[in-house]
């Protein structure tokens, strides 16, 4: 089982912060959620966060103030922290002071671009490993094996295609965590692949029809408004 991560949102505007929290938990994140920039300081003073989405603006400190106190955090582990604004902040509220070049402000307009920001930090499809993709995967009774692009579940192999075997091995790779469709097509197509919207569910409904025709499994579900997750 996949480790739960722990993300800390601190937003000013009620409603925002109750979607983006809603989107991360059903991703598979725990969250916590903070109006402003004391209230997120004490949830650290409590319990450090693996990560923290702050918004550029707060009604008490600015974000990318408060994402400098996260990640100095004085003689504790410093807090990774991802700095955002919604489409309706100025340009020129986003540029960053000459001392602080290193600090993006990432602008989001739909929901699942910030969980996709979250995922990439802790996105273990990517990692160092240069290896991964060539390793056989095994989840409870499914083995994954790269080198005959099948998947067995309970003793039932499943023959897939290239791209479906790949949509499901980075699904299981990251167990438990819901991928968002953007990350998908950049991981399965490829950064610079021109991918229609309804490709991605085609996909999955391909692979979802070969995976119960031959076991009566899916192993794929879908997670409304966000993405896929892996399921045994």
Known sequence: ???VRHILIADRDPQTLSQVSHALRAAGYATWEAQSGREALRF???EPPDLAVVSLVLPDIRGKDLARILETNGDKEPIRTIVVTGPGIAMEDCVLTEEHQERPIVRWAHIDEIVTMVNEVFDV?????PERFAKTLTRGEV???PRSMTVDVE???VELTQKEFRFLQILAMNEERTCTRDELKRL??????DVIGRTVDVLVSRLRSKLAEATGRELVSTVRGIGYRFTL
Do not use: L, N, R, Y
Not at 125 to 129: I, L, N
């Open 155 to 157: 003793g039932t192999c």
């Open 125 to 129: 499809s990517e990692g160092k490993d």
């Open 44 to 46: 650290v003073q409590m």
């Open 143 to 145: 083995t994954i094996d």
């Open 1 to 3: 089982m996949s480790v």
């Open 188 to 193: 399965v197509w490829g950064q610079d692949a």
